[in-house]
């Protein structure tokens, strides 16, 4: 089969390599038939997450038609068409059990490293590095899935692959950002980054009640899409000065919950970003939460920061002391995908939001590495990627 | 310990059911049974015997023999003497434990399995399985009175076996075992089970010990070559959950993927 695989930094290329196979008795292969570029494939692009090894298959967003099943698989079954969440969850641990799919023990073949890293390791990802699982990931035309039953969700055929493919990651993940910002009727939320995912926690945070929402970029396009499609007031941080405008908009008191849609690679222009560039280039911390300081510095006396955006390791200069100061919560981590996908597809399919209003553009998976590299570099036209195999 | 890893790696070589492995089987077993003090002495005494048979000055032959028997007395903590009296100063062999406070390599862990405690125990109490999560294991035969034969990949990729009795079978508490006398191996173990309150599954807390073939020079060999116990335990009980919780141990072999 194609598929598009890690070369090095900068470095992706689609080629041919053997077709999966089952490996255990709950896995399930599936007939890829949609599959996107996620933003946090450009931190795998960029070099920023440790443990890849070239020749990994990417892509953790995807979606198709049951292929073959093993013989421990008896929910799903040959022709069923499934979306794929892009967290690999047993189902039968502690954190599945609670719901916490993203933490699951018993997903992760190399827990030992993860364990390392962060104490105590979460689920396995697709196609996001080894520390993650390793998993052969999903811009492909065929992809394995572990504990089939569990990580393969149903979808109705009268829904194109468009308005489901995105319950797989992004519109999940930015509406457990929403729910975590605990919003009460009236809130303001504000959003840095207006990607994928902070799109789709500005359209959560209004179906979840939002009087108000702020988003937050410096890409032009990206804040018309926030102001036009999702109805966000927005903001260019390059071009004022954002804690004043922040302040002036909510009558002196600061938003009520700040999401961090950004994550590890933020821009910025002041002094703190670019010493962040500077040290992060020199190896002496790991990533440049620009994003989540001013989050921090801007919400409101006992407010709640909401991190959707990705952290891998060491920050410097994080204030915590203005946290403290202001009785901050603190709400983060990757989207327990599998808790949201029932109740989102109830929300698609009751026309309550169409996910398909974010792809900006459609490629054929064997011009992947192509369309990898206009992501990368031409942010202000595309927003997302769709590929189809 | 040197016989032994010599009695080890001859049975490696030619198989475990070769005539040299019953050869091998066949020979007296040479038991620590000296205390530590009683070798120090013994080498001393021994070397000083042999240096005097050597100098023309002592009685000759006769020293380096008796010199000779010392210090096989304490390279190896035998004495036949004692051997043949059954008599044993050795703190190694003590009644309580196969293996004292002092020597070989202790390890314990502990993990969370979301299953009830009586399917947790029945799963570890039938030894057959233990292979399947303990992967340093090759072969586990139960036979008759509660007993059992085991089989592992040793150090130096020998091949170790060796022959174990239950000590207690607690059902849904506790079980413990060690390698019957005379084994080429050295080990006990124990894991107890606790059964936690509102559905959150049983603790397993294991306990294992072991003199490897080689003593403390063979665990250090088997380091070397990446068998750290302590880490091999912690996976194998990662292993032992999962099983428990999903029926499979999660992997990646022999999946695609670009050139390398």
Known sequence: MRALCWRGQKNVAVERVPDPKILNPRDAIVRITTTAICGSDLHLYDGYIPTMKAGDILGHEFMGVVEETGRGVTHVRKGDRVVVPFTIACGGCFFCKRELYSACDNSNPNAEVADTAYGYGGSSLFGYSHMFGGYAGGQAEFARVPFADVGLFKVPAHLPDEKVLFLTDIFPTGYMAAENCNIHPGDTVAVWGCGPVGLFAIKSAFLLGAHRVIGIDYVEGRLRMARDLCGAEVVNFEKVDLYGWLDDKTGGRGPDACIDAVGMEAHGTNLAAVLDRVKAFAHLATDRPQALRQAIMACRKGGTVSIPGVYGGLLDKLPMGAAFGKGLTFKMGQTHVHKYVPKLLARIEKGEIDPSFLITHRYNLSDAAEAYHRFATQQDEYVKVVLKP | ?260
């Open chain 2, 1 to 260: 310990m040197a016989a032994t890893l010599l009695s080890v790696a001859a049975k490696s070589a030619a198989g475990r059911d070769s005539a040299v492995a019953r050869a091998v089987d066949a020979l007296p077993q040479v038991r620590t049974n000296l205390s530590s003090p009683e070798r120090w002495v013994s080498l001393a005494a021994g070397g000083a015997l042999f240096g005097l048979g050597f100098d023309g000055r002592g009685p000759g032959l006769l020293s380096c023999l008796a010199g000779t028997y010392l210090l096989y007395r304490a390279a190896t903590g035998n004495c036949l003497a004692y051997q043949a009296l059954g008599f044993s100063t050795s703190d190694a062999t003590a009644p309580a434990s196969v293996i004292a406070a002092e020597h070989g390599t202790r390890v314990e862990h502990v993990v969370t399995v979301m299953k009830p405690a009586d399917q947790v125990y029945r799963f570890w109490r039938d030894f057959e399985n233990l292979p399947r999560f303990m992967t340093h294991l090759v072969d586990v035969d139960t036979t008759t009175d509660g007993r059992s034969r085991w089989v592992a990949k040793g150090p130096l990729g020998l091949q170790v076996e060796w022959e174990a009795e239950l000590l207690t079978d607690t059902p849904n508490r506790v079980i413990a075992w060690k390698s019957v006398d005379g084994s080429d191996v050295d080990t006990a173990g124990s894991v107890r089970f606790t059964d936690l309150p509102h559905g959150q599954g049983t603790e397993v807390r294991v306990e294992l010990k072991y003199d490897p073939p080689g003593g403390k020079v063979g665990s250090a060999v088997a380091r070397l070559f990446g068998e750290n116990p302590d880490r091999q335990v912690r996976e194998d009980l990662r292993r032992f959950k999962q099983i428990l919780e999903t029926g499979e141990t999660p992997t990646t072999e022999g999946q695609p993927h670009g050139r390398r």
